[in-house]
């Protein structure tokens, strides 16, 4: 191997750790930051539902800023498929924005059991612990299942995946 090819090399790994280092810092700061929110992201959910009622919440999730800041963003659609994406101060649990984002393509997934239901179940698997995504994913098969993302007292996140028909834990792993 040859002197340029080596530091090509070398410059595309500096590049490449570099890159990847953010990932783990905004899970951390994340996780720090939901820990000082006033507003859960159940009670989140139900300030956009009040914005829009009867649409279903189809992504929830919590992201903290560089700047010191932090927003819960509420992704909703409503039963014409109207796509609304609902702002929340985690502090005060204000409605700061709500716009509308088009028409979704696809229908929604129509689980039995409801996102209040599923979280609930979620959390119950890592209890103390703090919501920081929660998404409807629809299956191939039509059927739905509920993803949750839940920072715990030790810093980890958790994936809980419940299923949308039985209410049942899928999967509940650490994620790294």
């Known amino acids: 191997m ?21 990932v783990f810092a905004s899970d951390a700061q994340d996780i720090a930051a939901l820990g000082q929110a006033r507003v859960t992201l159940q009670q989140a959910i139900t300030a956009a539902q009040q914005k829009h009622a009867g649409a279903r919440v189809i992504d929830a999730d919590f992201d903290a800023h560089k700047n010191g ?9 409503t039963a014409d498929n109207q ?21 979704r393509n ?17 959390l119950q698997q890592h209890q103390g612990g703090k919501v920081l995504q929660a998404e409807l994913e629809g299956r191939k098969d039509g059927t739905a299942d509920y993803e949750f993302d839940i920072a715990t007292g030790n810093n ?16 509940n792993y650490l994620d790294d």
Do not use: C, M, W
């Open 106 to 122: 696809k229908p929604v997934p129509n689980p039995t059991i409801s996102l209040e239901q599923a979280l609930e179940t979620a």
């Open 83 to 103: 796509v609304f994406k609902v702002i929340v101060d985690p502090q005060s649990g204000n409605v700061t924005a709500d716009r509308a984002h088009g028409q």
């Open 156 to 171: 980890q996140i958790h994936k809980v995946r419940i299923d949308g028909q039985s209410g049942k834990v899928v999967a």
């Open 69 to 77: 800041t932090a927003e819960y963003k509420i992704k909703l659609v």
């Open 2 to 22: 040859n002197k340029r090819t080596l530091i090509s090399l070398l410059a595309a790994s500096a590049i490449a750790a570099g890159a990847a280092a953010p």
